[in-house]
């Protein structure tokens, strides 16, 4: 007990925020091989309480006294935090909600800040999207007896670290957040239509596409090349004709121009980089470090990535405005900047809330030319 409440403290201690929690106790555990699995996922599960609950803990010098107490009494992997905060007494930890997020952020409409914030404290499902052979994945699930829903006939929620990867063949299936998934619902492509990923990341909205409709002619840019990289491989891995690829940074609307020149396409998909506010119940550690003035940052890149490529739709063509924010100033004012500058007309715009079924929140609005 006292080796795993060193380890805590120390991990605690040393994480800072600058890459992802589950990276860092991947290289922190392979420095320690004498750690065992139970011991592995007992610190995983502690250092994921930590960054989801220690924010809205009045003493923290009690969250590793009460996390030993849980730990003494078997909870700790057993049982949800909100549980577990719960249920211990006011006097030996008192926890607010609230606390969890002090900063005075306007939500878009369609989300209470109880609901999001009470989501911090829980961990999302899996989701993936079946692309082909639905009866196989079935029997495979079902031969090793892993739990799963249909969200809709395509998607499904299984329990998170659910060991698909070594289950099912590569190709039958892509995760994918039920979320995200369901922005495709907006994609409506037609054969042979021009379309765009302007921030492709690995291609997730891409892949999504050319699934619904693999005649459409993609382009896609990012810029790093690295992510392209595996964009490309997941293409081939799906056998989908490979898009045309630009390493671009959008923002810069000269070197953006000198890229991509005087082409023009049908439909822009534009999932703008983001404080990923909607995806914090899977990444806390995002909730813990945050800081309110990087808001300010990401609606400025939001509203130049936005105008910059909205020069290049045809008369009639739509941008497809995507994050997974949140938060009003990156979602709604950002469109409301858009149509100002640019003088393309809103279609629509929806909130896809993903808290009910345990999927991430996101933000897609339509505009046409």
């Keep these: 007990?006292?080796?795993?409440?060193?380890?805590?403290?120390?991990?605690?201690?040393?994480?800072?925020?600058?890459?992802?929690?589950?990276?860092?106790?991947?290289?922190?555990?392979?420095?320690?091989?004498?750690?065992?699995?139970?011991?592995?996922?007992?610190?995983?599960?502690?250092?994921?309480?930590?960054?989801?609950?220690?924010?809205?803990?009045?003493?923290?010098?009690?969250?590793?006294?009460?996390?030993?107490?849980?730990l003494n009494e078997n909870k700790l992997l057993a049982t949800?935090?909100?549980?577990?905060?719960?249920?211990?007494?006011?006097?030996?930890?008192q926890f607010s909600l609230e606390k969890l997020f002090p900063f005075d952020l306007e939500l878009s409409s369609g989300i209470t800040r109880e609901s999001w914030l009470?989501?911090?404290?829980?961990?999302?499902?899996?989701?993936?999207r079946i692309r082909k052979d639905k009866g196989k994945i079935i029997s495979l699930l079902n031969g090793q007896q892993i739990p799963f829903t249909f969200i809709t006939d395509s998607c499904l929620a299984l329990p998170n670290g659910a060991k698909i990867d070594v289950l099912l063949p590569d190709d039958t299936y892509v995760v994918q957040d039920a979320s995200s998934q369901q922005t495709g619902s907006y994609f409506s492509p037609s054969k042979n239509e021009l379309w765009y990923d302007c921030c492709s990341g690995a291609g997730g909205k891409s892949l999504l596409l050319k699934d619904?409709?693999?005649?459409?002619?993609?382009?896609?840019?990012?810029?790093?090349e690295s992510i392209i990289h595996n964009l490309l491989q997941r293409f081939k891995?799906?056998?989908?004709?490979?898009?045309?690829?630009?390493?671009?940074?959008?923002a810069n609307k000269e070197a953006f121009d000198n890229k991509i020149g005087t082409k023009l396409f049908d439909n822009i998909i534009c999932d703008a980089p983001c404080s990923g506010s909607g995806t914090w119940a899977r990444t806390p550690e995002q909730l813990h470090f945050f800081?309110?003035?990087?808001?300010?940052?990401?609606?400025?890149?939001?509203k130049k990535i936005a105008v910059n490529v909205a020069g290049h739709l045809k008369e009639g063509g739509r941008?497809?405005?995507?994050?997974?924010?949140?938060?009003?100033?990156?979602?709604?004012?950002?469109?409301?900047e858009i149509v100002k500058q640019t003088g393309l007309q809103l279609v629509t715009a929806q909130f896809i809330n993903g808290i009910s079924i345990k999927a991430?929140?996101?933000?897609?609005?339509?505009?046409?030319?």
């Excluded at 800081?291 to 939001?302: E, V």
């Excluded at 991430?360 to 030319?369: E, G, N, P, T």
Aim: charged content about 20%.
């Design 360 to 369: 991430d929140s996101m933000f897609i609005a339509v505009l046409k030319k």
């Design 1 to 70: 007990m006292r080796y795993i409440l060193q380890h805590i403290n120390t991990i605690i201690e040393t994480y800072k925020g600058d890459i992802p929690l589950s990276h860092f106790l991947k290289n922190y555990f392979k420095q320690y091989p004498i750690l065992g699995s139970r011991d592995r996922r007992t610190l995983s599960a502690m250092a994921y309480g930590w960054y989801r609950s220690a924010k809205g803990i009045s003493d923290n010098t009690m969250y590793i006294e009460v996390m030993t107490r849980w």
């Design 319 to 336: 941008l497809i405005y995507i994050t997974c924010s949140v938060f009003r100033k990156e979602n709604e004012e950002v469109v409301q």
């Design 80 to 93: 949800p935090l909100t549980e577990l905060l719960s249920a211990t007494p006011e006097t030996a930890l």
């Design 212 to 224: 619904l409709e693999p005649g459409v002619r993609l382009t896609v840019s990012d810029k790093r």
């Design 118 to 128: 009470t989501s911090m404290l829980t961990q999302p499902d899996l989701f993936i």
């Design 237 to 250: 891995l799906y056998r989908h004709t490979l898009p045309v690829t630009h390493i671009a940074d959008v």
């Design 291 to 302: 800081k309110p003035d990087s808001i300010n940052d990401f609606a400025a890149l939001q």
